[in-house]
């Protein structure tokens, strides 16, 4: 069982950038997909970024798409969310979350997708 935990969040103002980090333990990081989510208060987790074991495939939510970069170093176990060009709609707590690559069925942009899920960090974009 993987182990997920979020870093980097923080107040920012609209129009700064700010850089995620999760960091795995606990389990093989490369057998593992990988997802951002966010949780705005009194709404759903949303989908922000999904990227797969090996980073060949990635995938973005539309509200995000063109503004936030995902990647992931296996190397050192992490997983990145670079966001840029922040604004008071991206105020959130953004989680992580991993599904292990050989599981078959589901959607990525999906919450029940994943089983595996970090606490969250908390992002805050003042205007």
């Known amino acids: 069982q993987v182990l997920l935990v979020e870093s980097g969040g923080g107040l920012v103002q609209t129009g700064d950038s700010l850089k995620l980090s999760c960091a795995a333990s606990?389990?093989?990081?490369?057998?593992?997909?990988m997802g951002w989510f966010r949780q705005a208060p009194g709404k759903g987790r949303e989908f922000v970024s999904f990227?797969?074991?090996?980073?060949?495939?990635?995938s973005y939510g539309d509200s995000v798409k063109g503004r936030f970069a995902i990647s992931r170093d296996n190397a050192k176990n992490t997983l990145y969310l670079q966001m840029n060009s922040l604004n008071p709609d991206d105020t959130a707590v953004y989680y992580c979350?991993?599904?292990?690559?050989?599981?078959?069925?589901?959607?990525?942009?999906?919450?029940?997708?994943?089983?595996?899920w970090g606490q969250g960090t908390q992002v805050t974009v003042s205007s």
């Open positions: 979350a991993a599904r292990p690559e050989e599981w078959t069925g589901g959607i990525n942009r999906s919450p029940s997708y994943y089983p595996y």
């Open positions: 606990g389990g093989t990081f490369s057998n593992y997909d």
């Open positions: 990227i797969g074991s090996g980073g060949g495939y990635i």
